[in-house]
């Protein structure tokens, strides 16, 4: 019962007129976002071969969005201490990067007690922005504390 209909309506859209006329797509010009991701011969780059680039290579695109305002002189007043080493919390802004405030530790370069003191980094996974609408992971290492050495 059911395969009859089946080949019903497969015959019947199989003749409709004009069903087997090429579609053609609107002609989009990705040379300037090949150009940025450097893909090979960006003059004649396909979407296709764009986004197969793009995921081999982990990449991220985003529509761009409102800029977040800049706060870079925002700091902390709270002296930590770690063994022996005193510093203070400061704004790490970075407008392309998302998340673009990280806090950063700085030991204060008046006090004498910090030539005697080593940074201890850690390493922050980060989206930097290359080009266009394009978004890279990255890695920024920032201070998070300080230690005599």
Same mark, same amino acid.
């Given at each position: 019962?059911?395969?009859?209909?089946?080949?019903?309506?497969?015959?019947?859209?199989?003749?409709?007129? @004009?069903?087997?006329?090429?579609?053609?797509?609107?002609?989009? &010009?990705? *040379?300037?976002?090949?150009?940025?991701?450097?893909?090979?011969?960006?003059? +004649? *780059?396909?979407?296709?071969?764009?986004?197969?680039?793009?995921? !081999?290579?982990? /990449? #991220?695109?985003?529509?761009?969005? @409102?800029?977040? %305002?800049?706060? %870079? &002189?925002?700091?902390?007043? +709270?002296? !930590? =201490? =770690?063994? @022996?080493?005193?510093?203070? $919390?400061?704004?790490?802004?970075?407008?392309?990067?998302?998340? %673009?405030?990280?806090?950063?530790?700085?030991?204060?370069?008046?006090?004498? #007690?910090?030539?005697?003191?080593?940074?201890?980094?850690? @390493?922050?996974?980060?989206?930097? /922005?290359?080009? &266009?609408?394009? $978004?890279? $992971?990255?890695?920024?290492?920032?201070?998070?504390?300080?230690?005599?050495?």
């Amino acid at each position: 019962m059911i395969l009859p209909l089946l080949a019903t309506f497969a015959l019947m859209f199989a003749f409709v007129p @004009g069903s087997d006329e090429a579609t053609t797509a609107p002609v989009t &010009n990705y *040379a300037a976002l090949a150009t940025c991701l450097k893909v090979s011969s960006p003059l +004649t *780059a396909t979407a296709t071969k764009i986004l197969d680039h793009v995921t !081999v290579n982990q /990449y #991220i695109i985003v529509p761009p969005s @409102g800029l977040l %305002s800049s706060n %870079s &002189n925002r700091q902390s007043t +709270t002296t !930590v =201490s =770690s063994k @022996g080493c005193p510093f203070v $919390w400061r704004t790490d802004f970075d407008n392309n990067r998302r998340p %673009s405030i990280l806090l950063k530790a700085v030991c204060p370069t008046s006090n004498a #007690i910090c030539t005697k003191c080593h940074a201890i980094t850690y @390493g922050h996974r980060v989206l930097k /922005y290359k080009c &266009n609408a394009l $978004w890279d $992971w990255a890695t920024v290492n920032l201070p998070v504390a300080f230690v005599r050495v």
